[in-house]
T-cell receptor, first 115, second 113 residues
Framework: GAGVSQSPRYKVAKRGQDVALRCDPI?????LFWYQQALGQGPEFLTY????????KSGLPSDRFFAERPEGSVSTLKIQRTQQEDSAVYLC?????????????FGSGTQLSVL | DQQVKQNSPSLSVQEGRISILNCDYT??????FLWYKKYPAEGPTFLIS?????DKNEDGRFTVFLNKSAKHLSLHIVPSQPGDSAVYFC????????????FGTGTRLQVTL
């Protein structure tokens, strides 16, 4: 596809369940970001990959959150033992280079609801 | 600690008039600022940006103004069109240290006929 693809589009989880969210960036894009957007808020940075290297994970809210990009393309954000406060839209974005963020392309997000 | 603030959650403007969206920031290390536009059920899309060495950047109907001393920026849309109705996010970054963006909470713009 031409854009950043995220799946699933919607995910409903019971509290305590583990979830995995997938991001397919635009082919050839070096940089990949995950953001969390709570209702009524702006996106908040979670983590950043340059190729397969996770260069910044300072935004991950707890050790229940884990992200990987093993081959430098597809990335997975995993949340263990989900809690209600994890309910949010999780946005993935990619960029062909590592310079300014104006060339950042966002996916449509995965809306996670934890019951 | 909200480092990027958009104090107006919503704005309604008549078609053809000017829309002015405002944004304030507190972190003096920010040196690059961006505006993103978001339609429902879609991800944000880049609209326009400005470096801290400039005070104005224009792209068609969109102009961003930066007042560094006041730590304030604004997005002007002239003339406003119904298709401009969306949520607009202001974002900032420190290009020297990190690649991550800090976003404001957004302003929902409605352009009425």
């Amino acid at each position: 596809g031409a854009g950043v693809s995220q799946s699933p589009r919607y995910k409903v989880a019971k509290r305590g369940q583990d979830v995995a969210l997938r991001c397919d960036p635009i082919s050839g894009h070096v940089s990949l970001f995950w953001y969390q957007q709570a209702l009524g808020q702006g996106p908040e940075f979670l983590t950043y990959f340059q190729n397969e290297a996770q260069l910044d994970k300072s935004g991950l809210p707890s050790d229940r959150f884990f992200a990987e990009r093993p081959e430098g393309s597809v990335s997975t954000l995993k949340i263990q033992r989900t809690q209600q406060e994890d309910s949010a839209v999780y946005l993935c974005a990619s960029s062909i280079r590592t310079a300014t963020n104006e060339k950042l392309f966002f996916g449509s997000g995965t809306q996670l609801s934890v019951l | 600690d909200q480092q990027v603030k958009q104090n107006s959650p919503s704005l309604s403007v008549q078609e053809g008039r000017i829309s002015i969206l405002n944004c304030d920031y507190t972190n003096s290390m920010f040196d690059y600022f961006l505006w993103y536009k978001k339609y429902p059920a879609e991800g944000p899309t880049f609209l326009i940006s400005i470096s801290s060495i400039k005070d104005k950047n224009e792209d068609g109907r969109f102009t961003v103004f930066l007042n560094k001393s006041a730590k304030h920026l604004s997005l002007h849309i002239v003339p406003s069109q119904p298709g401009d109705s969306a949520v607009y996010f202001c974002a900032a970054e420190n290009t020297g240290t990190a690649s991550k963006l800090t976003f404001g909470t957004g302003t929902r713009l409605q352009v009425t006929l």
